[in-house]
């Protein structure tokens, strides 16, 4: 909108009702409509995060998708190739329920191994990144953190699901054929 103002900020002076003047400016001035200094700041906050949530969101959803195939991909291909092994112990005498506890607990030790590792790097280069490039504020909040650590938990465990009913297949005696 070329040539034209979407918003005047006007500095009042001391003892000036900011209220008074907005309802006066809103009343008074055809086409205007007079905000204070909080309500302008709440009206452009709802209206930037109303605009950017949901593609944050949808960012979000698909990075969890990206990350669970990743796990999924990691935990299976790490079971696979030990199939030779899970039907030795399976041979042995162990239960599935030994060999599935197995998986897990691989798929958990990896996500937390992951996890640990991406906080760190966040936490190191965070000041980097708003150092080198000032428009990308990074705030890292304990709930965030939480947050992102209990996905990662629900990640591991997804990703071990499908390993895991791999291992229910494997015959103890097809291990020992050449």
Known sequence: MEGQATFIGIRLKPGTDA???????????????GFTREEFADNTRERILGNITPIL????????????????LTIYTATVEKAREYGILKAVGFKNSYL??????????TGAIGFGIGLVLTLVFSPFASKLVPQFVTLVRWQDVLFVFFATVIMSGIA?????????SIDPTTVFKA
């Open 19 to 33: 209220n008074a003047f907005a309802s006066g400016i809103s009343e008074n001035t055809r086409g205007a409509v």
């Open 160 to 168: 071990g699901y499908v390993p895991v009913r791999r291992l229910a």
């Open 57 to 72: 969101l949808m960012v979000l959803v698909l990075a969890f998708i990206v990350g669970l195939t990743v796990a999924g």
């Open 100 to 109: 599935y506890r197995l998986v897990f607990e691989q798929s958990l030790t």
